[in-house]
Nanobody, 125 residues
Framework: QVQLVESGGGLVQAGDSLRLACVVF????????VAWFRQAPGKGREFVGV????????NYADSVKGRFAVSRDNAKNTVYLQMNSLKPEDTAVYYC??????????????????WGRGTQVTVSS
């Protein structure tokens, strides 16, 4: 069983930065792809970014490309989401998710087997 715990959310102003962390507990054999999704009030869950088990492959939603970066430290079983130049439209609950190995449809929430409870990010204008 795999459990994910997010941290690092908060209230910031537009233009600020935040770094979210996702600790992966359980079967941590570094074969898990980890993705970040977000959900704003009244909207569906949206793909943000993903990193492959070894960290060599990363992809991002167009809305965050160039501002957000995903990284991982497998020795600490932790995946990070560095968010720079935050905008009010980035306000959402951010979730990390995990699945065994890589998926070509990494942007689909249904491809992931494990989810954290989320951390709130609020960006004021």
């Amino acid at each position: 069983q795999v459990q994910l715990v997010e941290s690092g959310g908060g209230l910031v102003q537009a233009g600020d930065s935040l770094r979210l962390a996702c600790v992966v507990f359980g079967r941590t054999d570094s074969t898990y792809t980890v993705a970040w999704f977000r959900q704003a009030p009244g909207k569906g869950r949206e793909f943000v970014g993903v990193i492959s088990p070894g960290g060599s492959m990363k992809n991002y939603a167009d809305s965050v490309k160039g501002r957000f970066a995903v990284s991982r430290d497998n020795a600490k079983n932790t995946v990070y989401l560095q968010m720079n130049s935050l905008k009010p439209e980035d306000t959402a609950v951010y979730y990390c998710s995990a699945r065994k190995y890589w998926s070509a449809t990494y942007y689909r929430a249904g491809d992931y087997d494990y989810w954290g409870r989320g951390t709130q990010v609020t960006v004021s204008s």
